[in-house]
C-alpha cells in the first residue's frame, strides 16, 4: 500500500480559482512533512515544510498547507491560482524512524488555464 | 553556489550496456540519495547515504550500485541496463537531520 497518498492525480482549474491538494500518510510517530513542487522541465524544488509548532505553514508564492495530525493529512492550498502554478507537486514525509530518508506521493499534476 | 550537480542530462544505453551517472554537491551535505521519476509513481528512492563510506538501499535498488567515497560525490552505476531502467534519475542532497533535500537537474535515461 502507498504510504503517502495523493489521491488528485490531474487537476485543471481556470486562473483565480482555488486550489486544495490532498495529501495523507499511513506512518504512526513523528514525521515531518513537505511539499515540493516541480515545474515543467525542472527538477524539484520545496515549496514548505513541516516540522513541529503552528500546523498551518506557508510557504512560497502564496502556498500553504495545514498538518493535521488527527486525519494523517498535509494538504496544499493556494487561495488564487496562476498561470504560472502549473506544474506538479509532490507531497513527501520523513519518518522519524527512517532517519533522513524522504517518501514521496506519486504527483498531482496541475494545469491553469489563463 | 553549484549545488547539486547531475551528469550527463541526457543519455542512451543499449541493452546490456553499463554507465554511471554522476552526482556532485559542493554544500558539504551529510545526505544523499538516489530517486527515480517516472509517470504515476512519483520518486522512488533508490540507494542513499548518510555519509561518506556508508550507503543503503532504498525502495528499489536492484540493478544499479553506489559508492560514497567522499562527501561531494555519489555516483550511481547501471552494472547491465534494462528497457526497464528507462526514467528521470534525480539525486538529491541535505544536511542531516530536519533539512530539506536539495534536487539535481535530472538525468534522463533511456534504454533501448
Known amino acids: 500500500a502507498q504510504s503517502v497518498s495523493q489521491h488528485n492525480h490531474h487537476v485543471i482549474l481556470s486562473e483565480a480559482a482555488s486550489l486544495e491538494l490532498g495529501c495523507n500518510y499511513s506512518?504512526?510517530?513523528?514525521?515531518?512533512l513537505f511539499w515540493y513542487v516541480q515545474y515543467p522541465g525542472q527538477h524539484l524544488q520545496l515549496l514548505l515544510k513541516?516540522?513541529?509548532?503552528?500546523?498551518l505553514v506557508k510557504g512560497i508564492k502564496g502556498f500553504e498547507a495545514e498538518f493535521i495530525k488527527s486525519k494523517f493529512s498535509f494538504n496544499l492550498r493556494k487561495p488564487s491560482v496562476q498561470w504560472s502554478d502549473t506544474a506538479e507537486y509532490f507531497c513527501?514525509?520523513?519518518?522519524?524512524?527512517?532517519?533522513?530518508?524522504?517518501?514521496f506521493g506519486t504527483g498531482t499534476r496541475l494545469a491553469v488555464r489563463p | 553556489n553549484a549545488g547539486v550537480t547531475q551528469t550527463p542530462k541526457f543519455q542512451v544505453l543499449k541493452t546490456g550496456q553499463s554507465m554511471t551517472l554522476q552526482c556532485a554537491q559542493d554544500?558539504?551535505?551529510?545526505?544523499m540519495s538516489w530517486y527515480r521519476q517516472d509517470p504515476g509513481m512519483g520518486l522512488r528512492l533508490i540507494h542513499y547515504?548518510?555519509?561518506?563510506?556508508?550507503?543503503d538501499q532504498g525502495e528499489v535498488p536492484n540493478g544499479y550500485n553506489v559508492s560514497r567515497s567522499t562527501t561531494e560525490d555519489f555516483p550511481l552505476r547501471l552494472l547491465s541496463a534494462a528497457p526497464s531502467q528507462t526514467s528521470v534519475y534525480f539525486c538529491?542532497?541535505?544536511?542531516?537531520?530536519?533539512?530539506?533535500?536539495?534536487f539535481g537537474n535530472g538525468t534522463r535515461l533511456t534504454v533501448t
Open positions: 506512518y504512526g510517530g513523528t514525521v515531518n
Open positions: 547515504s548518510v555519509g561518506a563510506g556508508i550507503t
Open positions: 513527501a514525509v520523513k519518518r522519524s524512524s527512517s532517519g533522513d530518508k524522504l517518501t
Open positions: 513541516y516540522f513541529s509548532g503552528d500546523p
Open positions: 554544500m558539504n551535505h551529510e545526505y
Open positions: 538529491a542532497s541535505s544536511p542531516a537531520g530536519n533539512s530539506p533535500l536539495h
